[in-house]
């Protein structure tokens, strides 16, 4: 396979067009959270560091 400054260039333009696809995916802007997913944080941020698990609890349960 021979590489030319041609290949190369389309090689740099189609992970230029994959880089802007990425980058517009985390933009903040274009995320959305549902009302529910909004009222779940809000809820969990409320709940005392006493009432949560500790990660050894979390362990124990699922692993």
Known sequence: MTVTLETIH????????????VVSYFEEDKMELSEEIKKQIEDSRKTSNLEMLS?????????
């Not at 050894?56 to 349960?61: I, Y």
């Open 10 to 21: 389309e090689d740099i333009l189609s992970l230029r067009k994959e880089f802007v696809g």
């Open 55 to 63: 990660q050894e609890e979390v362990e124990k349960e699922f692993l």
